[in-house]
């Protein structure tokens, strides 16, 4: 299995800013997604990052909010932009079945 | 109506004794099944998968599905005080897991 790593693994922002979560895999994978996971909820795939062009955004999210890079086959970002409370959530980098499905450890994001 | 069902739990039981998960779901077009389990502050970890319907068994756990019935479960044999965590159950329309929806979890807790 891929081993993944998120930056940062927690912060506290406040409403209107922006924060960028940085996803590192030790191997280089065709496919990386990023869910979000909110307390008591399931969860919920935000888009698919690939590499070379636009990501794929499931329904109800969008670029402007959750822009997304993935510059490599190894290293993604997703953005929150101008955040709300609403937004505070854990987000999770999460690989293909060539690596097993591996979830990074999260982020876990409070916005005040 | 939620594509995938999960009791939240928690579920508590005394170390050694067998515990049943169970997942249910709406879309008939899922094919693979997946079981994660997450600990506190941790990212979900593959436990196992399955394609289509039967069983498999992987040491002390053991997967079911019963398309027919749309539900799905996760056996634990002679469980541990280290099997406490959160399981989720994932599932796939598409080849190769990808975009998985998931179930809420279900917080497990075992008792020495």
């Known amino acids: 299995s891929a081993v993944i790593s998120q930056k940062p693994s927690r912060d506290i922002c406040q409403r209107g800013t922006s924060l960028t979560i940085q996803c590192q895999v030790d191997?280089?994978?065709?496919?990386m997604f990023w869910y979000r996971q909110q307390p008591g909820q399931s969860l919920t795939l935000i888009a698919t990052?690939?590499?070379?062009?636009?990501?794929?955004?499931e329904s109800g999210f969008v670029i402007d909010k959750f822009p997304i890079s993935r510059p490599n086959l190894t290293f993604s970002t997703l953005t929150v932009s101008n955040m709300s409370p609403e937004d505070s959530s854990i987000y999770l980098c999460?690989?293909?079945?060539?690596?097993?499905?591996?979830f990074g450890p999260g982020t876990r994001l409070l916005v005040l | 109506q939620k594509e995938v069902e999960q009791d939240p739990g928690p579920l508590s039981v005394p170390e050694g004794a067998i515990v049943s998960l169970n997942c249910t779901y709406s879309?008939?077009?899922?094919?693979?099944f997946m079981w994660y389990r997450q600990y506190s502050r941790k990212g979900p970890e593959l436990l196992m998968y399955t394609y289509s319907s039967g069983n498999k068994e992987d040491g002390r756990f053991t997967a079911q599905v019963d398309k027919s019935s749309k539900y799905i479960s996760l056996f634990i044999r002679d469980s541990q005080p280290s099997d406490s965590a959160t399981y989720l159950c994932a599932m796939s329309s598409n080849t190769g897991f990808q975009k998985l929806v998931f179930g809420t979890g279900t917080r497990l807790l075992v008792s020495p």
């Open positions: 990052a690939n590499q070379g062009s636009e990501a794929t955004y």
């Open positions: 191997s280089q994978v065709t496919m």
């Open positions: 879309n008939s077009a899922f094919q693979y």
């Open positions: 999460s690989v293909g079945p060539e690596s097993d499905n591996s």
